[in-house]
């Protein structure tokens, strides 16, 4: 079996999930279980970034200890990705100190063996909701931080530093030789734009009297581990490297595809490739790089109490729903937007009136006029229909753009329907009992292959659509239909 390791990057516990949060998830599941479906060996990795300054800082806000404060937050995004049905093999979470903290602590002394490791004074502006130096060029006019509109802390102090400087080269040759690709070719260009002017060397460390919630630094516990080193290390903690159990290490890595926003591009596509350059390890195949989700055209943000509870979303509408809007409606590697107007009108256009319709108008007439099961079969047009969306859904999703890769399956309900339009089906029910089951089975036929396509992205849905219809699921078999109608996939919403 060809082995397939996903990552998404892991959320800071400062708070609880939101509507932003839930892109990323479900694409990241979706080439999962894509790939399982292929019959690869998959490993897919989320989980919780719980250290740094930023978590010690809400948790006393909170007035709650940081470790149960961690703890807490890190429960809920499990909770919600469960109720999002997002099929994780490992959740990690970095305040883990037997399955993370022994694979930091060596990824420290690795590069302090290798001499990429010193000791300076530093002087600088410290963005607290970046958990990052950053400098006035970062800034807007203003003076503040773009993205956490938030004005940086000015800040002295002796940490340890990470000799990035020494790999720019190496990792601009592995981002323009393909062996580490970034995708949209955009994101590869910003970085490649980086290299050019040279990575800077970046902080890896802060004093412990100022950051005592994190992974102490080997040797010297005045100092923290800096939450970028300490986050980056859990693509290869959660496998066990580092430590006498790595089985897991040296079968799934390197990640084949690491799922990111485009907020952290530079600590992925630079920090991150110049820590396993030192350390002699291999880079991730792919880096998959996403927008943001706004809200009817807003960005996110407590202030304009425009934040979304995802599960809130999945208790009123279900789970495939918001999965299926977040992949259909969201280009991949762009930004988008949700609102409830636009949801609900997705929901009842393509999922009530599209998919769930056509299984209602083929299962009423299999299960009223079918005396016995009934083998699938195409006729040569829709073989040929079928044949040429398939290609193509294939394409898209060995891709990742999983909106042309819906559009492709909405092609073939749309054209189920037609033909169901066409032939006058229900009239063929009555007047040519032949006919009739040549026809029902060509459209029955289709939308098996409809429910295969669509497990990946609506995963519970399929499941009803191939029972109803009386099969198995699968792909590309010669199957009995048995058809008994059920319940609406998707009741539609007034």
């Known amino acids: 079996m060809k082995k397939f390791y996903i990552t998404t990057a892991i959320d800071y516990v400062n708070g609880k999930p939101h509507i932003g949060h ?83 602590r060596k990824v420290w ?40 509109d938030a004005e940086p802390e000015k800040v002295e102090e002796e940490n340890y530093f990470f000799k990035l400087s ?3 080269k190496k990792v601009e040759k592995a981002i323009k030789s393909g062996e580490m690709k970034i995708v949209p070719k955009s994101r590869e260009n910003e970085i490649l734009k980086l290299a050019e002017k040279g990575f800077e060397d970046v902080s890896f460390s802060r004093p412990s009297k100022d950051l005592k919630w994190g992974v102490p630094v080997p040797r010297d516990k005045s100092q923290t581990i800096y939450v970028w080193a300490d986050a980056l290390t859990n693509y290869i903690s959660a496998l066990g490297w580092g430590t006498s159990n790595d089985k897991k290490y040296k079968k799934y890595w390197p990640a084949d595809v690491q799922v990111i926003g485009k907020d952290i591009l530079r600590f992925h596509a630079a920090i991150w490739p110049g820590i396993l350059l030192s350390l002699g390890l291999p880079l991730p195949k792919k880096l998959f790089v996403h927008g943001f989700i706004n809200v009817e055209g807003k960005k996110l943000s407590k202030t304009l109490g425009n934040v979304i509870d ?57 299960e009223k006029y079918l005396d016995k099961p009934l083998e699938s079969k195409l006729t040569s047009v829709s073989q040929k229909e079928l044949d040429k969306r398939w290609k193509a859904y294939e394409g898209y999703m060995e891709e990742l753009q999983f909106s042309d890769a819906i559009r492709e399956v909405s092609a073939l309900i749309s054209y189920a329907d037609k033909r169901i339009n066409d032939t006058k089906l229900w009239v063929l029910a009555k007047e040519d009992a032949g006919k009739f089951k040549e026809e029902i089975s060509d459209v029955a036929t289709i939308l098996a292959y409809v429910a295969w396509m669509l497990t990946p992205v609506i995963p519970t849905t399929s499941e009803k659509v191939f029972n109803q219809l009386g099969i198995k699921p699968g792909a590309k078999k010669t199957w009995k239909f048995k058809m008994e109608k059920g319940e609406a996939l998707f009741p539609r919403l007034e």
């Open 22 to 104: 839930t892109l990323e998830k479900v694409q990241a599941d979706v080439a999962a279980r894509y790939h399982r479906l292929k019959g690869d060996d998959v490993y897919y990795l989320t989980g919780t970034d719980e250290h740094g300054a930023k978590i010690a800082r809400s948790a006393e806000k909170a007035g709650k200890p940081v470790e149960k404060y961690a703890a807490e937050n890190a429960k809920a995004f499990q909770e919600a990705w469960d109720n999002l049905n997002i099929s994780y093999d490992y959740f990690i979470r970095t305040s883990n100190k037997t399955r993370h903290w022994p694979s930091v």
């Open 109 to 148: 002394q690795g590069l302090a063996a290798n001499d990429d490791i010193y000791k300076k004074s530093y002087t600088g502006l410290y963005c607290v909701g970046h958990e990052a130096f950053v400098t006035k060029k970062d800034l807007n006019k203003e003076g503040k931080c773009e993205i956490h």
């Open 166 to 168: 020494k790999y720019t």
């Open 310 to 366: 995802p599960n809130e979303i999945v208790e009123k509408y279900g789970a495939d729903a918001l999965r299926y809007y977040m992949l259909s409606e969201i280009q991949p590697t762009k930004d988008g937007d949700f609102s409830v107007e636009k949801f609900e009108a997705r929901y009842n256009g393509d999922l009530a009136l599209g998919l769930g319709n056509l299984l209602a108008r083929i299962t009423s007439l299999g």
